[in-house]
């Protein structure tokens, strides 16, 4: 590997000047295509128009960890019955803890997309469209949830709330009705089912579940 240091020229393609132009290295700040900013990263910067021209190569881990490391956190607001069929959906998916499953569900669906694919965006688009107008999506936002996204999950949510004109929360909620639209969703005696299900299930030794335990014991003593 090639160890560029600080104050030292190389000539390379300018885009901005459309011309080979001799470039300086330095270190700053870099904005990735995803708006990421990474700090420290040594760059070389075209000498005519200063734009970076090039990255040395002794900062390319540096910006891998960065862009995996960095998560945005979002919170959303949902109807509490939304985060019951999440529940249900991942209990039966076989997973043992539920008390962080609309999030569980809404990475899980936006890793299926694949990168660069449109048509398998297409299609997951049509599957969010199609459930938009469902009747749970109505229903007042009780439940706050926290979710973090590394950037490649947030790129991959941007292109979604592009395809299927949803904002950021609305896309959350779609998604949480799609991964739990089996045939009947909106029937009552679904929703029932999906609450009796979870009310039925053995009991987890989650946090959530031990409070809610607790709460009942003092409340019947
Ligand atoms: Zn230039």
């Not at 999440?86 to 999030?103: I, L």
């Amino acid at each position: 590997m090639k160890v560029y240091l600080e104050g030292e020229a190389i000539r390379a393609i300018c885009e901005t000047c459309n011309s080979r132009q001799e470039a300086t290295f330095r270190y700053d700040s870099i904005k990735m295509e995803d708006g990421l900013v990474i700090d420290g990263v040594m760059q070389a910067f075209c000498n005519n128009c200063g734009s970076s021209l090039v990255i040395a190569p002794q900062s390319t881990p540096k910006i891998r960890q960065a862009r995996t490391k960095v998560s945005k956190k979002t919170s959303f607001r949902l109807p509490r019955i939304l985060a019951d069929i999440a529940s249900c959906v991942v209990a039966k998916a076989g997973a043992r803890y539920v008390d962080r499953a609309p999030e569980f569900l809404y990475k899980a669906s936006l890793s299926s997309l694949l990168d660069e694919d449109p048509q398998q965006l297409e299609k997951l688009s049509q599957k969010l469209i199609a459930v938009k107008s469902n009747e749970l999506l109505k229903l007042p936002g009780n439940h706050k949830v926290t979710v973090s996204l590394n950037p490649v999950l947030y790129e991959k949510a941007k292109l979604l709330q592009e395809a299927t004109q949803c904002s950021q929360s609305e896309l959350f909620r779609v998604i949480l009705v799609a991964a739990g639209a089996e045939p009947g969703l909106d029937s009552p005696k679904y929703l029932r089912r999906s609450v009796a299900l979870l009310d039925s299930a053995p009991p987890r030794k989650t946090p959530r579940r031990s409070r809610k335990a607790s709460v009942l014991e003092k409340v019947s003593s």
